[in-house]
């Protein structure tokens, strides 16, 4: 038996040992695939009345595996002793049970319009955070004991373990899947689709137990061989993060360093606070990261990171700190905010703790994550709460100031208030009308984030800030419009045809072009609504038998609605009624035709005009 084949064997041991070493994960892993097969078999319309039920299964017993995981470790690596490890799978099974009792009791809520209650987005964010928590205190007591391991080896070996088991479910995956399709093909084509569903369940459970399979004997006093082996980094993983990631994260720090350098001269500029959040949050996270990684390299380049890493977090963590700042005075704090400063913390203890504890400062690092991914679902000061109680304050202190809100009613202001209060107030609004489980005072109303409620309750548009710095805004002229809320007389019409045109088959071809027929009393008509492809200005022609009744181009509609609405900024406008509506006379017929949104775009660079004009719906009569 080759080295390869003995790999395999291996793999496939362990994943079969995994049911002694973690029966209550496997057990677990287990359930979440038995509630998926039953959630497979049952169709929507019989499913929805259980997926509250179902749902809450699901995180019981996703929560259940990974703590089981955890406590098992803890308990074999500690301790060692059958009552032990029966007393850590048993309270695995409970976290299991717990979970479900929590969801099901108090982390269900109904949306507006639904029959059935669904897992509030805050509950599932808590059973997240306690697997994060769960698999982070895993990984700390898998680095025991210290002779044998610390947290980045065994933060590798977890990460060697996902991706093997990955690899192998994909090849069960794609192999089960071909042999499904041919038997669909050759022997049976009326073979239901659920197959490859549950083919994807039960390979997805084999995964699991791949992935459990793979981690060494834990068990205090044990020595395991293969402990040696998943710990050990291959050589093509030396080389990527030794000669490849390092020079890439080294490349965006001197790129933050440069920000830093610019900021310093000339202010923060007009960066979006989302990109350099997003840039600083990969930074951060995958400088951490690859630091662990590479701990025990001994290369010149790996040095010269792990020595400068921290150092260059450090410059560059304060000038985030100033943009976080000055982010805060605009818009307060929201939640991109809030998650941001909470990777701060984390970035800025941990560039510290390298520079003093160096190695030894990893599974700190990590307790830490621990604490504030807990702090972040906390009551009173978690992301959902603690960002909607300062925009409530926000909106508040403005409302106040300009005399609309008073004594908890909204009054519309008399005049209206300078741009950039405006543009606040928008911002507030729209963020706080979004926030769907949230607790707002009795006078906000979430139909605020309508246009048409907010300017009747406040007395002035919504204001959106002018976009600074957009690459090509002055190379685009644009008008949209769109149909307003508002019932469209229709008296006299006989005929209503919908002219989305989505079932194709349902119409006439004639030379490649599609049309609507309708019977009617005085012969039969043909409708075509084309688009040429020159210059997409559309046309409609109606055909009477064999004879044209009616042939318009609407490049006199276009050129009113241009003039009516001078091509400008690239935002949607509320036009009237009237201007949505086009009405076209024969001797024959009658026309109406109503348009849900029409756009005008012009690119000066390129000298072309682009049209579309969404037609809802077409009336007519016979005359």
């Known amino acids: 038996m080759n080295a390869f084949t003995r790999s395999i064997v291996q793999v496939f041991r362990g994943s079969a040992k995994a049911f002694q070493t973690f029966p209550a994960a496997i057990a677990c892993a287990f359930g979440f695939a038995v509630v998926t097969l039953i959630r497979i078999q049952l169709d929507w319309p019989q499913q929805e009345p259980y997926n509250f039920l179902f749902n809450s299964l699901h995180w019981a017993f996703a929560m259940g595996a990974v703590f089981s995981l955890t406590v098992i470790t803890a308990a074999q690596s500690r ?113 239901s689709s659920k197959v490859y569903m549950v083919i994807g369940t039960l390979t997805g459970f084999l995964v699991f137990t791949i992935f459990v399979g793979y981690f060494p004997d834990f068990r205090k006093g044990e020595v395991d061989e293969h402990r040696e082996v998943a710990q050990k980094q291959p050589r093509f993983i030396e080389i990527l993060f030794g000669s490849i990631m390092i020079p890439i994260i080294l490349a965006l720090t001197a790129v933050l360093l440069l920000w830093a350098g610019k900021t310093t001269m000339s202010g923060i500029g007009a960066s979006s606070f989302v990109q350099l959040s997003g840039i600083a949050s990969a930074y951060t996270i995958g400088g951490i990261w690859l630091h662990m990684m590479v701990t025990n390299y001994e290369s010149a380049l790996a040095k010269f990171y792990r020595r400068v890493y921290p150092i260059a977090a450090l410059v560059i963590l304060a000038f985030e700190a100033w943009a976080v700042v000055i982010q805060l005075g605009k818009s307060g704090l929201k939640t991109i905010e809030y998650s941001f400063i909470l990777i701060w913390i984390v970035a800025l203890a941990a560039a510290v703790l390298l520079m003093i504890r160096k190695a030894r400062s990893h599974a700190v690092i990590a307790v830490l994550t621990c604490v504030l991914a807990v702090f972040s679902v906390l009551p009173v000061v978690g992301y959902q709460e603690l960002p909607v109680t300062a925009q409530v304050n926000r909106l508040e202190k403005i409302l106040v100031s300009q005399g609309i809100l008073q004594d908890n009613q909204l009054t519309p202001s008399s005049v209206q208030p300078e741009r950039a209060v405006r543009e606040s107030i928008t911002d507030a609004v729209d963020y706080l009308a979004s926030a769907s489980e949230a607790k707002l005072p009795s006078w906000f109303d979430r139909r605020l984030a309508q246009s048409d409620v907010f300017k009747d309750k406040l007395g002035f548009d919504k204001t959106w800030p002018e976009p600074e710095d957009m690459p090509g805004k002055d190379n685009y002229i644009a008008t949209s419009l769109m149909l307003p809320a508002e019932p469209v007389d229709i008296s006299g019409y006989r005929w209503a045809i919908n002219m989305q045109m989505e079932s194709v088959k349902q119409m006439g071809n004639v030379n490649g072009k599609e049309y609507i027929t309708i019977d009617g009393d005085k012969g039969t008509y043909r409708i075509y609504w084309t688009y040429p492809a020159n210059n997409n200005i559309p046309s409609l022609k109606i055909m009477e038998d064999d004879r044209v009744i009616l042939e318009q181009e609407l490049n006199g509609y276009l050129d009113q609605i241009a003039a009516k609405f001078p091509p400008g900024k690239a935002e949607t406008y509320q036009a009237a009624l009237d201007d949505m509506c086009l009405k076209l006379e024969t001797p024959e017929i009658s026309v109406l035709l109503v348009f849900s949104n029409i756009d005008i775009s012009l690119d000066p660079r390129e000298d072309r005009i682009n049209y579309w004009l969404n037609l809802d719906e077409l009336y007519l009569k016979e005359k």
């Not at 929590?102 to 507006?112: D, K, N, V």
């Open 79 to 191: 301790i060692n002793q059958k009552k032990t490890f029966l007393a850590a799978n048993l309270l695995g099974v409970m976290a299991a049970a717990v979970t479900f009792l929590a969801l099901y009791q108090f982390g269900g809520t109904t949306p507006e319009g639904s029959h059935y209650a669904v897992v509030t987005v805050l509950a599932a964010a808590r059973v997240s955070m306690a697997m994060l928590v769960s698999f982070l205190v895993f990984t700390v007591l898998a680095g025991y004991p210290k002779e044998q391991s610390d947290f980045s080896r065994s933060l590798f070996m977890t990460q060697k373990a996902f991706f093997i088991a990955i690899i192998y479910g994909a090849v069960i995956m794609g192999g089960a899947s071909g042999v499904a399709g041919a038997v669909q093909a050759l022997l049976y084509h009326g073979m």
